[in-house]
T-cell receptor
Framework: DTGVSQNPRHKITKRGQNVTFRCDPISEHNRLYWYRQTLGQGPEFLTY????????KSRLLSDRFSAERPKGSFSTLEIQRTEQGDSAMYLC?????????????FGPGTRLTVL | DAKTTQPPSMDCAEGRAANLPCNHSTISGNEYVYWYRQIHSQGPQYIIHGLKNNETNEMASLIITEDRKSSTLILPHATLRDTAVYYCIVRVGTNAGKSTFGDGTTLTVKP
């Protein structure tokens, strides 16, 4: 049973550097979501894709953030010119398109620390 | 999506049932109640969801009141490994897009 996978699991970077995270969803899940979680808070929605199309973006997703899902399979989230405030856990989730419910399943997350 | 209200923390003795409440008084007729939990430093884990009938799976039971304004997640025999933050979310069934998480309930199971 292959769940959602995320790489890397941990990333430490210096302020001003660019970072890229990858998410591999559960096979045949059409929808892929990105969330961010800071310490002590629940996950906050960033963006989601249905196949290749990016259907919604949160106001949290500043112009330094970009997400892609070029072939409708894996996705990448890039943060340019990182700031200390970007330090957080970045979570990916996927869901199938079903007629009744499309439950989201989460990956283990990528923890970003910006020094 | 409707907002939910959960107590910030609860304790439970190991082996006893843990009953976690959630209020969702503004839930719409097409919104489901979902429960997730998050063990420290891991991604949220799906537990169970329901619309209006009570639901049970291998992890937990979900009791939804008749007016659907509140629900209770029941872990029948809590173990130390059930210590986690539990999130109650309401969300339409399909084509829902994002989930809106609150701060959840921190459940501590004590020996």
């Amino acid at each position: 049973d292959t769940g959602v996978s995320q790489n890397p699991r941990h990333k430490i970077t210096k302020r001003g550097q660019n970072v890229t995270f990858r998410c591999d969803p559960i096979s045949e899940h059409n929808r892929l979501y990105w969330y961010r979680q800071t310490l002590g808070q629940g996950p906050e929605f960033l963006t989601y894709f249905q196949n290749e199309a990016q259907l919604e973006k949160s106001r949290l997703l500043s112009d330094r953030f970009s997400a892609e899902r070029p072939k409708g399979s894996f996705s990448t989230l890039e943060i340019q010119r990182t700031e200390q405030g970007d330090s957080a856990m970045y979570l990916c989730a996927s869901s199938p398109i079903r007629t009744i419910t499309d439950t989201q399943y989460f990956g283990p997350g990528t923890r970003l620390t910006v020094l | 999506d409707a907002k939910t209200t959960q107590p910030p923390s609860m304790d439970c003795a190991e082996g006893r049932a843990a009953n976690l409440p959630c209020n969702h008084s503004t839930i719409s007729g097409n919104e489901y109640v979902y429960w997730y939990r998050q063990i420290h430093s891991q991604g949220p884990q799906y537990i169970i969801h329901g619309l209006k009938n009570n639901e049970t799976n291998e992890m937990a039971s979900l009791i939804i009141t008749e007016d659907r304004k509140s629900s209770t997640l029941i872990l029948p025999h809590a173990t130390l490994r059930d210590t986690a933050v539990y999130y109650c979310i309401v969300r339409v069934g399909t084509n829902a897009g994002k989930s809106t998480f609150g701060d959840g309930t921190t459940l501590t199971v004590k020996p």
